[in-house]
């Protein structure tokens, strides 16, 4: 009975191993994997087993947290004027996982980031508890109230405001907008219900859409900046002042449309400089069809179009296509048929322009913190590309200055500053039959040359004629508020 | 007593027979480190969780202690030669078992779903360590009454009819009770109790008897087929009596494990009895059978084999998916050195997770190293029984030992590998480990009987009775 009895032995010794070999796997192998399982609920209960450290602009924090009891995440999330910065924060939500900043910079705000690992050791060894870092943003208070403010009175829009030298983004409004205290927690009572009527398909405003990165509209006469861009850095015209060859009724090539101006303007063989000013359809039109469409879709390449942005926070790419016809290029170029844009990128159309033709990288956060205020990580500005000479730059500012001055954006006008903008208005739907969308992108520059600020505003109204003017009188006040706000916050 | 059916191997039943030390002393050093460690191990849980050591720290030592010490002394005097690992290795597993339990007491998550279940929550460990209590008493009863373990061969076919009546007792209307789908309790005077557990002794009992009887007949009476030598038709009929049983369990008890623990233990002993691969062969293909047909069958095996091919995929529509997930993910996020006790969140689990899952709370706060070291502990106690079984002088003993150790060992394998998601999960439970007096007392009369039969085979040989043939041949030789 002996020699079956061995045998049984190595197969019950086989049956240990076996249960050996599938725990290395599970626990050595497969660790990592099951420690990121999206069920693991594991993951959120860290993330909210400490405070989590704080967003903060201008030296105070936007977030906070707070200890909650009856359920087995510790701490809450909590924010100081919600909805204003929620294009901003993102959410992060005990029930509904994390966004934008608090999503990216999650391991610095929960204090788990590699880079706090020795503070982190220190810290358990002296028997502290694991504290967050924060994250300082760029934005200015000032500059992000004004613009939230102005969408309000106006309605459904966003507003963009870039530091043209840095790249660094002072404002990102978006309205309508969300608190995301109001689903922070995990209440099905409360957090779910709140949760539920943001959500699109209970809520036709879209409310927690981050319209400022996330939504394209068509940029309408605010995209013809780049067509003259692109006129001048590709020898079409010299100067601003040089009479184009621009037939007024112009028939687009291959076609027997004309392409009409809004109303009765002065806009045969003008020069680019009366063709912006009055925002003439058959100058910026032949113009895109003279370039044609590789020519058109280069600079407004070189702008940032069809490329997503990462500020950390991703942008959707703004649209120029490519294989299109004259007339379709010509259309494309003064905002229309499939161009479409993000109000990031044209704030960096404006800001490029303004920071003498150098596009700079954008960005929000400008340093991560350790726990106790060290810097962890610092960004740098960074330069994306120069879709402009310095020269042709400032042949286009001085275009763009004659807009405010004595074209259709005259509402920008400020004292003692010198501001240069372009009026949109963009229709959509079919047959045009959805609210038209105002435009209006500026900068403004200071007696000394600086140019500390950049905006583009796109507000969607009732009230929107069909003409340029109605840029100039719904989007152009708020870009002012904005730009007023930062230079007043200079000083 | 095995020389006479099998030649080269005889002389392995005289192993220690002379002169063996009692190793009495090596058990007392080994049982004070199981005592010792769990006591640690208590306060380390309260340290975690809620800063102080445990108010209960010096009673829970003592209440161990003492049942150590009993268990100890029972040893010495009713069974000196007794293997000396046994009694240490279960005490340290059932010391640990009752440290999770109240680490898993505390659990305010648990504390919850209790109260939203049953509208109060209660404690397990009290009651587990009353369990371990009245467990310790049987394996002394075990020790003390049961003086030759031959004794049992007299019970073979009433031993029979106990495990069948234990067996089938859950599908009794009115006292068995559904839980979680698996039909393998019984409710008496407000005590859940898990005829399973007693019924893998006791029907251990009638294999050994039984298949010593036949053996021979089993063994011999066969046809050469393709290197097998099959057996005859009429004497498939035990193991096919056995099998049936096995499949009713696993079909009106919905539960795979015992059907499993059943079937596997009957197909050892046959192999060990008989010597013939065949019988393995034949066992494998018939559980196979059996399992292909059920589980294309039974609704609630079906749900369990696909939460374990894919948790992922039905986690938030299916229990069951969710518990196998759950398990694995606490698993995993112990990771290598594991959470420390009292840190993790395998709690997580819910139901069960101090019966079932209770490895899975083993797995996460003392991680891959902990686990290893458990499985090996209980692998030990699987190998020191069958070499209690190699040492046994009477093939009943060889039988009995083999058996328990077998079940024993699928056990660990099918619970072990269940909460690991190794293979499909069924519905049983760590031996000392979890919560449940059935378990815990049964697994300490097993115990108590391996005792009893490694003390027969180690005990020497008496002295050899004066022969008066001899003394006359003495007389001659001058």
Known sequence: ?491 | MSSTTNSPTHHTSTIGAIGAPSRRNTELALLVFAVVIPVFAYANVGLAINDEVPAGLAGYGLGLGLLAAIGHLVVRKFAPYADPLLLPIATLLNGLGLVVIWRLDQSQRLQQLAENLYGVFSPSAPNQLMYSAVGLALFVVVLVFLKDHRILQRYTYISMVAALVLLLLPLVPGLGADVFGAKIWISVAGFSIQPGEFAKIIIGIFFSGYLMVKRDALALASRRFMGLYLPRGRDLGPIITIWAVSLLILIFENDLGTSLLFFGMFVVMLYVATERTSWIVIGLLMSAAGAVGVASFASHVQARVDAWLDPWSCYKTSGACEQIGQSIMSFGSGGVMGTGLGQGNSDLIGFAANSDFIFSTFGEELGLAGVMAMLLLYGLIIERGVRTALAARDPFGKLFAVGLSGAFALQIFVVAGGVMGLIPLTGMTMPFLAAGGSSVIANWALIGILLRISDTARRPAPAPVSNPDAEMTQVVRP
């Open chain 1, 1 to 491: 009975m002996n020699k079956p009895l061995r045998r049984i032995a190595i197969f019950c010794g086989l049956l240990i191993l076996t249960l050996l070999i599938r725990d290395n796997w599970l626990q050595y192998v497969k660790a990592d994997a099951l420690q990121d399982n999206v069920n693991n609920r594991r993951i959120s209960i860290e993330r909210y087993a400490q405070p989590r450290g704080d967003i903060i602009v201008g030296g105070n924090p936007i977030t906070g947290s707070v200890e909650t009891t009856g359920s087995d995440f510790k701490w809450k999330r909590t924010y100081k004027n919600g909805p204003m910065w929620a294009p901003v924060t993102g959410y992060a939500s005990q029930a509904f996982g994390a966004t934008q900043l608090e999503s990216i910079e999650d391991g610095i705000l929960t204090g788990n980031d590699d880079r706090l690992f020795f503070r982190n050791t220190l810290d358990m060894i002296t028997g502290k508890d694991q504290q967050g870092g924060n994250v300082v943003t760029t934005l200015n208070a000032a500059a992000q109230k004004a613009a939230y403010n102005g969408l309000k009175e106006r309605g459904k829009g966003a507003v963009v405001a870039l530091e043209p030298s840095t790249g660094k983004i002072l404002a990102l409004a978006s309205y309508p907008s969300y608190d995301p205290s109001s689903f922070a927690g995990n209440s099905t009572s409360t957090d779910t219900k709140a949760w539920q009527k943001l959500q699109k398909k209970n809520n036709p405003d879209d409310p927690m859409l981050n319209r400022a990165l996330r939504e394209v509209y068509p940029p309408g006469s605010t995209f013809k900046v780049v067509t003259a861009a692109a006129a001048l850095e590709h020898g079409l015209y010299k100067s601003a002042d040089e009479k184009t060859k621009s037939p007024d009724p112009w028939v687009m090539e291959g076609t027997t449309t004309e392409l009409p101006n809004e109303g009765n303007i002065p806009c045969k063989n003008a020069t680019l400089r009366v063709a912006l000013q009055y925002s003439c359809n058959t100058v910026f039109g032949k113009i895109g069809s003279d370039l044609g469409n590789d020519d058109m879709l280069e600079t407004a390449k070189q702008f940032g179009f069809t490329s997503e942005q990462f500020t950390p926070v991703r942008s959707n790419a703004s649209v120029f296509s490519n294989d299109m016809n004259p007339s379709q290029t010509a259309l494309s170029s003064i905002g229309q048929f499939n161009t479409a844009a993000t109000p990031l990128q044209m704030a960096m159309v404006a800001s490029a322009v303004a920071n003498d033709g150098k596009l700079m990288k954008p960005y929000m956060v400008d340093e991560l913190q350790a726990p106790n205020f060290d810097p962890i990580e610092t960004t740098k500005p960074e330069e994306l590309s120069q879709p402009l000479t310095p020269e042709n730059a400032q042949i286009l500012q001085s275009m763009m200055e004659t807009v405010v001055q004595d074209g259709t954006g005259k509402s920008a006008q400020m004292d003692g500053v010198t501001v240069g903008g372009k009026t949109g208005t963009a229709q959509h739907g079919v047959d045009n039959s959805e609210k038209p969308y105002a435009w209006f992108i500026s900068y403004a520059k200071l007696s000394d040359g600086s140019a500390p600020v950049a905006v583009a505003v796109v507000v969607e109204d009732e009230n929107a004629n069909r003409d340029d003017i109605s840029g100039g009188g719904l989007a152009a006040p708020i870009a002012k508020k904005v730009m007023e706000a930062v230079i007043n916050d200079k000083k």
